[in-house]
């Protein structure tokens, strides 16, 4: 007998027999409910423990304590889920009536040699559809006596905010004698000022900035006027020459200087009051408005047909979805969202050049995580409305979710923008939520350990990003698509909508505004916003009937000269060693109000301006508040 064979009989032994000299074991008779014990292991939960398949720790792993290495022990269970794995799959609703288009495509197109011509010959239909509607809305709308109108975007103005416009506003003349036939996009009321924008001794942010309009709700024959740093698309909405459902052409003729705009709303947008004179204002021309119309929601009709009808023929994963996320991004990028300028051409060329690195992340994306998702799936309804719904419902997000108020992810319009706080909030409980329900698929599948690397890998990734200095990181809707796909690929009916939503905003986010990058300078981020520069003192001014005279200190370094707005005008600029640091000011006209912002220079860039200070028209002096101004 060999030793191992005579250990084992020997331990039998002892079992059987219950050997009296070794108090080691503990025997019971095989019909007791009770349980072996080895001694020192006499703790019942050990046995529980053993029956669920919870091992001890090892002999390198005893120096943690029993409570936390069973903790331990038993999290890592639940995270690997189920042995075996629980594959997802989608049993459709109506099988036999989800199925019906693929087997009429069987019955009349039983080869694959035809099919893959009627499929060219169906992406040619669409790119024919597509193109027309295109073109139609590209060279419709000639005014007579105007010509072709300009492409311009919502936000385009004739002045530039602060010292853009020069001294006296010579950089942005002429002031009157002239015309500018218009073309105004979809959709141009929801655009608004993100930052601060100084109006006399007001500040308008987020909302329209449209200075002036009729002076009452009865305009008859009158012809509304509008402060020339209006934006013209929205002025000319709040006038009625366009809607702003369907865009559409104008023609707006420069009115020189004018006092007493007016405030009132009209067509959903609320104008601005400002009672001084301003020396550039615009008018539009009566019956101007030409039958051209921003036709994306036509074209908007030609693409969601054709892709509802691929989506409802085709189980091949890849044709799907190559199919859809080109034919969506150029819908986007020349339709629906495109870039702000001037012409087709331009816009097109520059759709091409942000298409092509779009196109290889849609191959990783559908590679790891849009491929385990449709594979196999034959519900051809279920598809197409959530998972094709949701991406257009992300795609046409300057539509879908142009009511959450928040314009810009960062610190600075959360804090500042009204019901930001709440719409964040609410936002993160509902990811929470659907993480929640993602995190039990994927452990039911067995993905849970390997999506956790992941994620902890992204988490870590974006710590290091925020702790780089003097660069702030921005979550553009696009990376925020990115970040989350891979936590979508399970073939269940909610990863099916999420999906499809996260797709569309990449879409969006890629046509419209191209790869924006990740880290962004604070420069970058504050646009046209205060920039926390410093700020000139100004003594109390000395007043007489007709005049006001201002002192002020030397600028600092690095600043080299001042700036003066009167009236959101420039009106003086002087720079040290060569210009008093006085200004005597007399008033242009005795029935206005005038509204003073001084700022330092460097060169003619100039900083910050301080709040207005206002010259009353009973001669007082209103100083002017701390605070910057743009």
Known sequence: MSPKNQRTEERFSNHQFGNQGDEDYEFTSPDSSSTHLLAGYDDPDDTIASERGISEPSSGQQWVPRP???????????????????????????ARTQTAPLRLLDLYVPKKDHRVLLLLAFYLCWILAFVGVLYQSA???????????????????????????????????PFSNGSFAFRCPANCASSMVLNPRAVGAQEIVYQPLVIGGPKNADL?????????????????????????????????????????????????????????SFPLSFS???????????????????????????????????????????????????????????????????????????????????????????EGLNAQFEKSILWLGGCW?????????????????????????????????????????IAAGQIYFLRLEGRLPRNLVLYISFLVGIAVLVALPGLDLRIHHYILALLLLPGTAIQTRPSLLYQGILVGLFINGIARWGFDSLLQTPAMLLGDGQLNSLLPTIATPLLTSNNITFAWSAPPYPYDGISILVNDVERYRGYEGYDANTLTWERRKADEKEYFRFGYMTGSAAGDYTKAGTWGLDGSWTPMIPGPSR
Do not use: M
């Not at 405030?263 to 001084?276: E, H, R, T």
């Not at 009566?286 to 030609?302: F, G, I, M, N, T």
């Not at 992810?409 to 909030?425: I, R, S, Y």
């Open 393 to 433: 419902v992300g795609a046409l997000n300057n539509y879908t979710f142009i009511h959450i108020p928040i314009s810009r992810l960062t610190p600075h319009d959360v804090n500042q923008q009204p019901g930001a706080k709440a719409a964040l909030a609410i936002i993160i409980t509902t990811l929470l939520v």
């Open 68 to 94: 936390f290495a069973r903790v331990y022990q038993a999290t890592s269970a639940w995270v690997r889920g189920p042995q075996p794995p629980e594959i997802q799959r989608i049993e459709p609703f109506f």
């Open 220 to 276: 008859g024959n009158e012809q509304p006027i509008y402060r020339g740093d209006s934006f013209l698309c929205q002025a000319a909405i709040h006038a009625g020459i366009v809607t702003n459902k369907k865009g559409g052409c104008g023609v707006a003729t420069l009115t020189g200087e004018h006092s007493a705009f007016s405030s009132s709303k009209q067509n959903s947008i609320q104008s601005v009051g400002f009672d001084p």
């Open 284 to 374: 539009f021309v009566p019956e101007s408005s030409s039958k051209c119309v921003d036709l994306r929601w036509p074209l908007l009709a030609v693409s969601v047909i054709f892709t509802t009808i691929l989506s409802l023929f085709t189980t091949s994963p890849a044709v799907f979805f190559y199919s859809v996320f080109v034919g969506i991004f150029f819908h986007v990028g020349l339709g629906s969202d495109p870039p702000t300028l001037s012409d087709y051409y331009s816009i097109l060329s520059i759709i091409i050049g942000r298409f092509l690195p779009a196109a290889f992340v849609s191959f990783v994306l559908y590679r790891y995580c849009i491929r385990r998702q449709l």
């Open 139 to 173: 060279k419709s709308g000639r005014i007579e006596d105007y010509g072709t109108p300009t492409q311009i975007g919502c936000i385009a103005s004739y002045w530039n905010p602060g010292n853009g416009c020069g001294l006296d506003g010579n950089n942005c003349r």
